[in-house]
């Protein structure tokens, strides 16, 4: 389609009454990649936001702070119009944005809490069910005489049930991370659907967690500081397979592309963010120990998370939205992995080598006595 006929469109699928991600279904069908899909919307939503008044506008970090440099110099701009030489936000425009954001979205965030909390529940009781009446009801005599025999299966149950909640808590953490951020993102979609294109994206983001970790871990074994540059460049990596549809190493690429020449920035504003978390926190709770205050000091710490999670995931879209504008939907993903790779391989190959001179170290010191 011509740029007059898919704006046509879209004013049409609008008026129709479709969502962001109706539309991008569609979009798809005909073939179109996330890539355009995300430059389409995004040039849609601007030139609406441009038929309103500036009070009326939702700016993003980036469109915030180049609002305000311009009316500084008295310079009248189109919202839109972003340079090469834009500048990354500062920490109180990531906040203002974050915050705004967080207050028009806070009703749909917790439901999605809530549910997936009540799906965790749920799933993990079914588990604890099937294998408590099992386990306890080994003591009966026709189940008892089994496990006398052989004990192992005892422990062959013990493994398996490991590893169903461990698996159960994957599953529903990642779920939840999907929703947020799908939440985040979308504007009109109901959570239904949010939920059942989450459940879509569960196999893709454990890849690409998979592959964050391994490549982090593996470099955090350098020392550490390496680990601390992957884990910043990689920070992006799920916001990109959720909203882009890049998926495995190209979404980790294309984070540590996104976030080249800003490291130093990202890694402040998410520092800041957790400082701003964890001392309010910290604070209340050492008061409330003080007092002999446990189960309050508990039960408040668990809320103030509840209401803390929505707003990080909220922070760092800022943070994506931010750059996506600073360097364009359609920045080329970098090819060069290897190494990448080689770093967090190495990383991990020291650990038996740190261990083997652990061990010829005690040795030596052992011998000496």
Same mark, same amino acid.
């Given at each position: 389609m011509?740029?007059?006929?898919i704006?046509k469109? *879209?004013?049409?699928?609008?008026? =129709?009454? *479709?969502s962001?991600?109706?539309?991008?279904?569609?979009?798809?069908?005909?073939?179109?990649s996330d890539i355009?899909?995300?430059?389409?919307?995004?040039?849609?939503?601007?030139?609406?936001?441009?038929?309103?008044?500036d009070?009326?506008?939702i700016?993003?970090?980036?469109e915030?702070?180049?609002?305000?440099?311009?009316?500084?110099e008295g310079r009248?701009k189109?919202n839109?119009?972003f340079?090469?030489?834009?500048?990354?936000?500062g920490?109180?425009d990531?906040?203002?944005?974050s915050w705004?954001? !967080?207050?028009? =979205?806070?009703?749909?965030?917790?439901?999605?809490?809530?549910?997936?909390?009540?799906i965790?529940?749920?799933? @993990?009781?079914i588990v604890?069910a099937?294998?408590g009446?099992?386990?306890?009801?080994?003591?009966?005599?026709? %189940?008892g005489d089994?496990?006398y025999q052989s004990?192992?299966?005892?422990?062959?149950m013990?493994?398996?049930g490991?590893?169903?909640?461990?698996?159960?808590?994957?599953l529903?953490?990642? @779920?939840?991370?999907?929703?947020l951020?799908?939440?985040?993102?979308?504007?009109?979609?109901?959570?239904?659907?949010?939920?059942?294109?989450?459940?879509k994206l569960v196999l893709?983001?454990?890849?690409v967690?998979?592959?964050?970790?391994? *490549?982090?871990?593996?470099a955090?074994?350098?020392?550490g500081i390496?680990?601390i540059?992957?884990?910043?460049?990689?920070?992006?990596? %799920?916001y990109?397979l959720?909203?882009?549809?890049?998926?495995?190493?190209q979404?980790?690429?294309r984070?540590?592309?996104?976030?080249?020449?800003?490291?130093?920035?990202?890694?402040?504003?998410n520092?800041v *963010?957790?400082?701003?978390?964890g001392i309010?926190?910290m604070i209340?709770?050492?008061?409330?120990?003080?007092?002999?205050?446990y189960?309050?000091s508990?039960?408040?710490?668990?809320?103030? !998370? %509840?209401?803390?999670?929505?707003?990080g995931?909220c922070?760092?879209?800022a943070i994506?939205?931010s750059l996506?504008d600073?360097?364009?939907?359609e @920045?080329?993903?970098?090819?060069?992995?290897w190494?990448?790779?080689?770093?967090?391989?190495?990383?991990?190959a020291?650990?038996p080598?740190?261990?083997?001179?652990?061990?010829y170290?005690?040795?030596?010191i052992?011998s000496?006595?």
């Amino acid at each position: 389609m011509a740029n007059n006929d898919i704006n046509k469109w *879209l004013e049409q699928a609008r008026a =129709k009454g *479709l969502s962001d991600m109706e539309i991008q279904n569609q979009l798809k069908a005909q073939g179109w990649s996330d890539i355009q899909i995300n430059k389409v919307l995004v040039g849609a939503y601007h030139k609406q936001n441009n038929t309103l008044k500036d009070k009326e506008k939702i700016f993003s970090p980036a469109e915030k702070f180049q609002k305000e440099t311009r009316d500084q110099e008295g310079r009248e701009k189109e919202n839109n119009a972003f340079s090469g030489t834009a500048s990354f936000p500062g920490i109180g425009d990531l906040f203002s944005y974050s915050w705004d954001l !967080y207050k028009r =979205k806070i009703g749909k965030l917790l439901v999605i809490l809530i549910i997936t909390g009540l799906i965790s529940s749920v799933l @993990l009781g079914i588990v604890f069910a099937i294998f408590g009446f099992t386990l306890f009801s080994s003591g009966l005599e026709f %189940i008892g005489d089994i496990f006398y025999q052989s004990p192992y299966i005892l422990y062959a149950m013990g493994f398996i049930g490991m590893l169903l909640f461990v698996f159960l808590i994957a599953l529903v953490f990642t @779920l939840m991370q999907i929703a947020l951020i799908l939440t985040i993102h979308h504007e009109g979609v109901s959570i239904g659907t949010i939920l059942g294109n989450a459940f879509k994206l569960v196999l893709p983001m454990w890849w690409v967690n998979i592959i964050v970790g391994f *490549l982090t871990m593996g470099a955090g074994m350098l020392l550490g500081i390496p680990g601390i540059i992957f884990s910043i460049w990689f920070s992006l990596a %799920i916001y990109i397979l959720v909203l882009e549809n890049v998926r495995g190493m190209q979404a980790v690429l294309r984070s540590k592309e996104f976030v080249r020449g800003y490291w130093w920035q990202v890694l402040i504003s998410n520092v800041v *963010l957790s400082l701003a978390i964890g001392i309010p926190i910290m604070i209340l709770n050492f008061g409330l120990l003080a007092m002999d205050q446990y189960l309050i000091s508990q039960i408040i710490s668990n809320l103030f !998370y %509840i209401l803390a999670i929505p707003f990080g995931f909220c922070f760092n879209y800022a943070i994506y939205r931010s750059l996506t504008d600073l360097k364009g939907a359609e @920045l080329p993903i970098p090819q060069k992995k290897w190494h990448l790779i080689t770093t967090s391989v190495v990383g991990w190959a020291s650990i038996p080598l740190i261990i083997i001179a652990l061990f010829y170290y005690l040795d030596s010191i052992w011998s000496w006595y």
